[in-house]
């Protein structure tokens, strides 16, 4: 079955570029499903990011739009997210997950801290 | 923008006992509704999508009802295993939201 691996820097400084990448097993990310990212910050609640198609096709959330970027990388069967201009807010768990008209499977999620 | 709101934030129940979530949608969301069960320390779980399908491997004591604007999940008679919290989410709007999450303590 399909499953998702999360990776990337634990610790980013203020001003500067979270960049994660999330790894597609056990299924083919040029399926006929779209893919997505989803943040936690601790104890709170859970924010969508946005989404990517195979085809490069993208929809992201407008609170976030202006710092997101989620690209596709088919050749290793994988999907990247990059937020720019990072503070401490943007302090959270970072998960990816299959869309197919709901969210199933998840990655097992990424801790980020953003902090000097 | 959707909003979610779900009651109660905290649901207090023994084992056995029927726990009734609520989520309600601040416009239409037809029928694209989903519940997403999270055990600490864990990333969130499908449970229902479609506001009453149930997902595969999910136990049948969870059952989802609703369309518009009101929807309920359902866990006919909680087990140890039910503590959680759990999230409404609406994919008929963009952006995609999410509630801001029931917690279930027995």
């Known amino acids: 079955q399909v499953q998702l691996q999360e990776s990337g820097p634990g610790l980013v400084k203020p001003s500067g570029t979270l960049s994660l990448t999330c790894a597609v097993s056990?299924?083919?990310?040029?399926?006929?499903?779209?893919w997505t990212w989803v943040r936690q910050p601790p104890g709170k609640g859970l924010e969508w990011i946005g989404e990517?198609?195979?085809?490069?096709?993208?929809n992201y959330n407008p609170s976030l739009k202006s710092r997101v970027t989620i690209s596709v990388d088919k050749s290793n069967n994988q999907f990247s997210l990059n937020l720019t201009s990072v503070t401490a807010a943007d302090t959270a768990i970072y998960y990816c997950?299959?869309?197919?008209?709901?969210?199933?499977?998840w990655g097992q999620g990424t801790l980020v801290i953003v902090s000097s | 923008e959707v909003v979610l709101t779900q009651s109660p934030a905290t649901l207090s129940l023994s084992p056995g006992e029927r726990a009734i979530l609520s989520c309600r949608a601040s416009?239409?969301?037809?029928?694209?509704l989903a519940w997403y069960q999270q055990k600490p320390g864990q990333a969130p779980r499908l449970l229902i999508y479609?506001?009453?399908s149930r997902s595969t491997g999910i136990p049948a004591r969870f059952s989802g009802s609703g369309s518009g604007t009101d929807f309920t999940l359902t866990i006919s008679s909680l087990e140890p295993e039910d503590i959680a919290v759990y999230y409404c989410?609406?994919?008929?709007?963009?952006?995609?939201?999410f509630g801001g999450g029931t917690k279930v303590e027995i």
């Open positions: 990517i198609f195979h085809s490069g096709s993208t």
């Open positions: 479609d506001a009453s």
């Open positions: 989410h609406q994919r008929g709007s963009w952006p995609l939201t």
């Open positions: 056990g299924g083919s990310i040029t399926s006929n499903n779209w």
């Open positions: 997950a299959r869309d197919f008209q709901r969210f199933d499977p």
């Open positions: 416009q239409s969301v037809s029928n694209y």
